[in-house]
């Protein structure tokens, strides 16, 4: 990849606890994964921006003047989305030739497209000589999701990819979109993701319906609290004010407010190297997800209820939006083939289908070379 002059990547992600809560101002605790996107960049004196792709044979080009016109493109609508709200933020697009190269599975809840979205800003920052600016990087990424590709995601995804480090959580506080950065402590035990191989679309999911449901929680509740977002609601209350909620938003909101109850004693748990209170927690949240959120399906509560039934595994939940993708599992190391293997042969009974396990470490966010 010589002939280019940056290879800038930014990572996928897997998020431990703190599921739907970051569009409701919750703290979250995802973290950077080995799986990425990298893109290879170098300037081409137009002003167009030439994509190719290491695993597909087209070959699109953007116009840089015209970039609101590619939201229907099968390919290029996350680098084009990613490239105009860039633009719109006041930065200078330059031309370039961009190959692009992504590990992270797609539909696989480990965010692919922030992955593509923040990596692509961040080689068009490098090739206009900015220095990186990793929140607002997150943030311009966060409205290509959300204006470009119409899903009206939270900032966690586009955060965790840009802002992630090697061997650390974050406690990413979506309401000041500041983040604490803890070890990444397992001591005996490991992270196992296992993807359910049920794609995801989010465009098509509940994913919007379950924003209008919390967010008609909030406008009920803020009659009696004097609360700006639902992370603010504590459990107590929550016990006394829930009754002004009915039906699935009540289920919606309470989900949401003990969702962050349990982050809270997650970063604790994590904090203390107390892994099997953190898998409680786990277990906790995917049951919550499952019943009150209503946000995993037959698929991931296959892929969980094995998991959490092996003797090696601590906890197991589905991770990001849901309605197919992965779960992450807690599990000793020691029992991590065994375990592997009575989940895969577990939920092909069940479900018919394979499972996939991936290897991925925790990693860096966005990374910047010099080729
Ligand atoms: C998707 C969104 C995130 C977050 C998760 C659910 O991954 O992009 O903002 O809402 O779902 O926690």
Known sequence: MTEYTYKVTAAGRINIIGEHIDYCGGKVMPAALSLKNTV???????????????????????????????????????????ALMWQ??????????????CTVPFGSGLSSSAAIEVSTIAALATLAGEQINHVEIALAAQKAERE???????????????????????????????????????????????????????????YNERR??????????????????????????????GSLLHGKV???????????????????????????????????SHKSLKELYEVTGKELDALAAAAQSHPACVGSRMTGAGFGGC??????????????QAVAKEYKQKIGYDCKMYDAEIADGITVTKL
């Open 40 to 82: 290879y960049v170098r300037p081409n004196g137009t002003n167009k921006i030439n994509l190719s792709w290491t695993t597909l044979e087209d070959r699109v080009t953007l116009d840089i003047d015209k970039l609101e016109s590619y939201r229907n493109l099968k390919y290029g609508n996350y680098q084009a989305g990613a």
């Open 88 to 101: 719109k933020a006041g930065h200078n697009v330059i031309g370039c030739d961009m190959l692009q190269d």
């Open 148 to 206: 470009y590709a119409g899903v009206n995601c939270g900032i966690m995804d586009q955060y965790a990819s840009a802002c992630g480090k090697q061997d650390f959580v974050m406690l990413l506080d979506c309401n000041s979109v500041t983040c604490e950065y803890l070890p990444l402590r397992l001591g005996d035990y490991a992270l196992v993701i296992i993807n359910c191989n049920k794609p995801h679309n989010l465009v098509d999911s509940k």
């Open 212 to 241: 209008e449901e919390v967010e008609q929680a909030l406008r009920i509740l803020q009659t009696a609290l004097p609360v700006s977002c639902l992370a603010e609601v504590t459990e107590q209350q929550f016990e006394k004010y």
């Open 250 to 284: 009540y289920d919606r909101c309470k989900h949401v407010v003990e969702e962050c109850a349990r982050v809270n004693k997650a970063a604790i748990a994590m904090k203390n190297g107390d892994i099997k209170t953190l898998g409680t927690l786990l277990n906790a």
């Open 327 to 340: 779960t992450v599992s807690l599990v000793r190391k020691d029992g991590v083939e065994q375990f592997k």
